[in-house]
């Protein structure tokens, strides 16, 4: 039986590392869509990358070959014959792909970790196809060394699960099709739960100048402020939803365990990419904060989560200007002009009267490596 | 010097002076007359220029400052020099319109290194700086192109003693150009009108015999966001530029229309 072809946009993390783990090279042909030229180059002069999945303690290995990497807009001669699209491209590229998706006949699965996008897309382009996505797994962009010396692509991902919009179930994978009501739910939990903590662990590791988040988790008094804005995320769930307190918990557990997995190799640099992107007013910093205010628990550990993020110094980051508008500007300004928070809100308020304690606090974990 | 070091001086004198501004704003103010009726002076513009000197020398004692109020205050010992509108756009903020800026810029041998624009009322900065970006509060700008009848476009006329018998013209192209556009406007600002280049709010601007501390901020901050410019300075006065500024579909167009406004024998250099 012939295999039937994948399109998949962006050969980042989840694309390349836990995609093929997901729709099996046993039935798929895959092709990609990638804008870094290097990564590009790379995938088309090989034809072939390792993606290695931690079970047990132990990597599994999965060879993936690929039929072709195009440069965006040069797919086109594939579209129409592709069982189906999934995009991986993050938040601020997936509005691009707009005029590829308008006439889409076949499914296109969007993993990208903000559930308003998906929606928006269907009401801008007026196709039903487009749906979501939640990959429940830590992938990691690289591996470690060794994996490397023997495949500069190889990547890490964890064994975890892959939640699907049902519209898309007559897509064969290793994947749970639920309703919209259930995938909603996975959402909340991933957006709070795990989201939330994963890029404060970053952040703080950012600030005590490691590599891989599991390092973070090792320092004692990051693993405090990581643990104390979970436990935040938990109670501000439990009062605004009617998701089962028992899953929230098994969830929490789940995510901290993840962060610790020294097998991941999981780079700080990946997962605090863009904290601008994460500390709008809707996203999992700023947001979230909000949300647990409006649910009566104080965001204490979280607000050191956002003022670690607000540290982030990082000269290849997109957002790497965070650092000179908060070295210039007073936080009354930054947070008003920058963040967008308006002085009437208690946020606004909390975060001014903690802006020096929480600062310093922040800056102590520089000497915790 | 550093230019991260030099963006973080100019953006927080921009705050200080934009906190000047609206703390008088919609109060009465004293003003006294110029040059000509569009050209006013007000207290407050002289006390936000204040605030901004202060925050620059605190900086660096030693960097000698062009600006509208002072022309230029220090010697210049080659390490480079501010430029500093404290106020552009004094007609329209002493009417309550809300189109008025502070622009400060770094020059150094004859290249802007650093520009910031702020818009108190909006609460908009843009910044930009060589090696860095150009940035509107926390989102990277990136100018819009566009063809020529789809775009909006803004200018700033000259000072109206400069050259009384050149106006007529360049009425005549504002016209020409509005009418072959979505439009043309006089904002009152110019360093805003390239800020809003900068954006992808217009999509071209202009301005003949322009003050250096109107235009050289944005002038950078269009720049590093995809617009192309072309500077020249005239000949009559040292700190007056003629300049055009716009991304690729619309420069060249641009540049046609409006090239009767300068002969060659008005200007001296180009940078």
Redesign the interface.
């Known amino acids: 039986m012939s295999k039937k072809k994948l399109l998949i946009y962006g050969a980042g993390a989840i694309g390349r590392g836990y995609i093929p783990w997901v729709y099996r090279p046993e039935k798929y042909e895959y092709y990609y869509v990638e804008s870094n030229p290097a990564l590009r180059n790379l995938l088309n002069d090989r034809g072939l990358f390792a993606t290695f999945k931690v079970i047990n303690g132990e990597y599994e290995s999965l060879h993936v070959p690929l039929i072709e990497c195009f440069k965006p807009g040069e797919e086109g001669a594939v579209l129409d014959s592709v069982a189906a699209i999934i995009t991986c491209v993050g938040p601020r590229s997936f509005p691009t792909l707009e005029s590829t998706f308008r006439n889409c006949k076949v499914p296109v699965i969007c993993c990208e970790n903000d559930a308003n996008l998906p929606v928006e897309m269907r009401e801008h382009t007026k196709n039903p196809n487009i749906i979501f996505a939640i990959p429940d797994v830590i992938t990691s962009n690289t591996a470690s060394k060794e994996m490397l010396k023997k495949d500069p692509l190889a990547v890490i991902t964890e064994d975890g699960t892959f939640f699907a919009d049902e519209y898309a179930s007559q897509i064969e994978g290793n994947c749970s099709y639920v309703g919209r009501e259930e995938l909603k739910v996975q959402w909340l939990a991933k957006l709070y739960i795990h989201n939330t903590p994963h890029c404060i662990a970053a952040y703080l590791g950012s600030i005590i100048g490691v590599q891989y988040l599991h390092e973070t988790m090792q320092c004692a008094a990051a693993n405090r402020i990581v643990e104390g804005a979970m436990h935040e995320m938990e109670n501000m769930l439990k009062f605004s939803t009617n998701i089962d307190h028992e899953f929230l918990r098994f969830y929490a557990n789940k995510e901290l365990s993840r962060f610790r997995n020294s097998l991941l190799c999981d780079p700080i640099s990946r997962v605090a990419r863009e904290p601008?992107r994460k500390?709008a007013r809707n996203d999992r910093l700023i947001g979230a904060a909000q949300s647990c205010l409006s649910n009566g628990v104080i965001p204490k550990f979280l607000m050191l989560g956002i003022m670690a993020a607000f540290c982030f110094d990082s000269i290849d980051d997109?957002?790497s200007?965070?650092k000179?508008?908060l070295?210039?500007?007073?936080p009354e300004?930054f947070l008003?002009?920058?963040?967008g928070l308006h002085e009437s809100e208690a946020l606004f308020s909390l975060l001014v009267s903690n802006w020096d304690s929480n600062f310093q606090k922040i800056m102590e974990l520089s000497n915790e490596k | 010097m550093k230019n991260?070091k030099l963006?973080?001086?100019a953006?927080?004198a921009a705050?200080k002076a934009g906190k000047c501004l609206m703390d008088h704003y919609e109060k009465r103010v004293l003003t006294s007359s110029k040059e000509s009726l569009r050209d006013v002076a007000s207290l407050v513009d002289k006390n936000a220029e204040l605030e901004v000197f202060k925050i620059l020398h605190e900086f660096n004692p030693s960097l000698p400052i062009l600006s509208e109020e002072h022309v230029f205050q220090g010697v210049d010992c080659g390490l480079g020099y501010w430029v500093v509108d404290a106020l552009d756009g004094t007609v329209n903020y002493l009417n309550e319109v809300p189109f008025f800026s502070v622009s400060i810029s770094f020059v150094e041998q004859a290249r802007t290194k650093v520009g910031v624009v702020y818009a108190p009322l909006m609460?908009?900065?843009y910044y930009a700086a060589e090696g860095?970006?150009a940035?509107k509060?926390?989102?990277?700008l990136k100018t819009s192109d566009r063809s020529p009848n789809n775009s909006l476009f803004s200018t700033s006329f000259s000072g109206k003693n400069y050259q009384p018998l050149g106006r007529e013209e360049e009425f005549l192209v504002f016209g020409r150009v509005n009418d072959m556009s979505r439009g043309c406007l006089r904002t009152g600002s110019a360093a805003l009108n390239l800020a809003y280049l900068a954006e992808g709010r217009f999509n071209g601007c202009w301005g003949k015999a322009n003050k250096e501390w109107d235009i050289s901020a944005g002038l950078l901050i269009a720049k590093l966001s995809g617009a192309m410019v072309g500077v020249i300075r005239c000949k009559s006065e040292g700190y007056l530029y003629h300049y055009v500024a716009a991304p690729p579909q619309n420069f060249t167009w641009l540049q046609q229309h409006i090239e009767t406004l300068f002969p060659e024998d008005d200007w001296v250099s180009v940078s």
């Open positions: 601008f500390l997109p957002d200007h965070i000179y508008l070295r210039s500007l007073r300004e008003r002009t920058i963040i | 991260e963006l973080e001086a953006i927080k705050m609460d908009d900065i860095i970006g940035f509060n926390q989102c990277k």
